[in-house]
């Protein structure tokens, strides 16, 4: 089935330790994204990209780091800057074109729980 | 820059009660509208969507309806069921270019939907 894929849906981090997220996506979306959510504070968006090879800082960049070499992956990476990283992480990508169906689609995969201990 | 403002905490309808959640946005482009459902433990899904000003997204009994002249998104239901607690996110999303429809989501704070029996 089609579909963004999360992994792992649990990870700790040792204080200093750098970790990376995996997302992956078999739905032929040039665009994919990575939210982060906290409560009260709805979704934040941390990095995308349009398309292969290249991608935008967002909102609350610091502390992170994708790289974007393959259009089905987008990892995510959680450095040792990163001074809050405890959260849920979201990727999510869309078909962002309205001549290819289904068009303007976006979908979120099952989100990642990050926790520092 | 582009902002959504969104009924916040929670909102704790009877079944079989109308539901008005609202939904306020600012922008200087001609965004695309939608609403997002998440339930418990995982990532939200695209519940409605209205592409243009005067477009109305359903789904499932909901309603909103894009009106740019209030800049207002609410979501409405004439009689919830308790099938349909979760939170409920509204978002707007600008557009990089022409040729696209969709560009980063930028999301409200979220609204606790809980239907009693």
């Known amino acids: 089935d089609g579909g963004i894929t999360q992994s792992p849906k649990y990870l700790f981090r040792k204080e200093g330790q750098n970790v990376t997220l995996s997302c992956e996506q078999n739905?032929?979306?040039?665009?994919m994204y990575w939210y982060r959510q906290d409560p009260g504070q709805g979704l934040r968006l941390i990095y995308y990209?349009?398309?292969?090879?290249?991608?935008q800082k967002g909102d609350i960049a610091e502390g992170y780091s994708v790289s974007r070499e393959k259009k089905e992956s987008f990892p995510l990476t959680v450095t040792s800057a990163q001074k809050n990283p405890t959260a849920f992480y979201l990727c999510a990508s869309s078909n962002n074109r309205a001549d290819i169906p289904p068009g303007n689609t976006i979908y979120f995969g099952e989100g990642s729980w990050l926790t520092v201990v | 820059g582009d902002s959504v403002v969104q009924t916040e905490g929670q909102v704790l309808p009877s079944e079989g009660d109308s539901l008005i959640v609202n939904c306020s946005y600012e922008?200087?482009?001609?965004?695309?509208l939608f609403w997002f459902v998440q339930y418990p433990g995982e990532g939200p899904q695209l519940h409605l969507k209205a592409m243009k000003a005067n477009d109305k997204g359903r789904n499932k009994g909901f309603e909103a309806m894009y009106r740019k002249e209030t800049t207002s998104f609410h979501l409405e239901k004439d009689s919830v069921q308790e099938s349909d607690s979760a939170v409920y996110f509204c978002a707007l999303s600008d557009r990089p270019n022409r040729g696209s429809t969709l560009g980063r989501l930028y999301f409200g704070r979220g609204t606790q939907l809980t239907v009693w029996p």
């Open positions: 922008t200087t482009q001609y965004p695309s």
């Open positions: 990209s349009q398309i292969v090879n290249d991608f």
């Open positions: 739905l032929n979306h040039d665009a």
